[in-house]
T-cell receptor
C-alpha cells in the first residue's frame, strides 16, 4: 500500500494566486481529513469527509478555502486567493471507521 | 474547545537517558492516540489507548493512560538519536465522529 499520497510536496506561490492541493487516501478508507500545521497553532483540522460527504468544515478559516471529494480516491483543498498567512504545511489523512489513521507526507505551502 | 496540553514543549537529552512526556486534558477521553512526526513527514501513529489505567509497551516506549482517562504519559527508556521527533497526542471526538484534536506536541532531540 502506497499510503496517503499528497501532491505537490512543495508549493511556492504569489499572494492572490489560486492554490490547489491534492490527496489520494488509502484504498478502502471511508473518512478523509485535511489538517494544517503551523508552529504557532500546531495541527488544526480544516475539514472532514465521511463517505465523500463533508461532515465538519468548522475549521475552514474563511471563504477563500474550499474542499471537495468527488470520489472515494481523490480530494482537493483549494485556496483562492492565497495570502501570506496561509503559509503552512497541509496534511491529508484517512481512516476506516476511526481505525488506522494514516497521514500523508504533507504539502509545504509558501505564499509570498 | 477540549484542549490537549502537552509538556514539556521542548526536550533535549543525551543518548541513553530516560524521559517522560505528558498529555493532559480537563475532560475525559474516549480514546487517546500518540504519534511521532519526523521532519518533513506526516505524523505516524504509535499507539491507541482506550481503557483507564491501560499500559502499552512498544519496544523502549511505554504509554500509560490515566485512571480517570484525562491524561496520558509516554516514557522512553535509553533514548536513541532515532527517537528524535515531535511527539503528538490526540483525542478522538467519540462515537461515529472520527475527527482528531491534537496537542501542540513535545519536540524531542536526542543527541549522540
Amino acid at each position: 500500500d502506497a499510503g496517503v499520497i499528497q501532491s505537490p510536496r512543495h508549493e511556492v506561490t504569489e499572494m492572490g494566486q489560486e492554490v490547489t492541493l491534492r490527496c489520494k487516501p488509502i484504498s478502502g478508507h471511508n473518512s478523509l481529513f485535511w489538517y494544517r500545521q503551523t508552529m504557532m497553532r500546531g495541527l488544526e483540522l480544516l475539514i472532514y469527509f465521511n463517505n465523500n460527504v463533508p461532515i465538519d468544515d468548522s475549521g475552514m478559516p474563511e471563504d477563500r478555502f474550499s474542499a471537495k471529494m468527488p470520489n472515494a480516491s481523490f480530494s482537493t483543498l483549494k485556496i483562492q486567493p492565497s495570502e501570506p498567512r496561509d503559509s503552512a504545511v497541509y496534511f491529508c489523512a484517512s481512516t476506516q471507521a476511526g481505525v488506522g489513521y494514516t497521514f500523508g507526507s504533507g504539502t509545504r505551502l509558501t505564499v509570498v | 474547545t477540549q484542549l490537549l496540553e502537552q509538556s514539556p514543549q521542548f526536550l533535549s537529552i543525551q543518548e541513553g537517558e530516560n524521559l517522560t512526556v505528558y498529555c493532559n486534558s480537563s475532560s475525559v477521553f474516549s480514546s487517546l492516540q500518540w504519534y511521532r512526526q519526523e521532519p518533513g513527514e506526516g505524523p505516524v501513529l504509535l499507539v491507541t489507548v482506550v481503557t483507564g489505567g491501560e499500559v502499552k509497551k512498544l519496544k523502549r516506549l511505554t504509554f500509560q493512560f490515566g485512571d480517570a482517562r484525562k491524561d496520558s504519559s509516554l516514557h522512553i527508556t535509553a533514548a536513541q538519536p532515532g527517537d528524535t521527533g515531535l511527539y503528538l497526542c490526540s483525542r478522538n471526538s467519540g462515537g461515529s465522529n472520527y475527527k482528531l484534536t491534537f496537542g501542540k506536541g513535545t519536540l524531542l532531540t536526542v543527541n549522540p
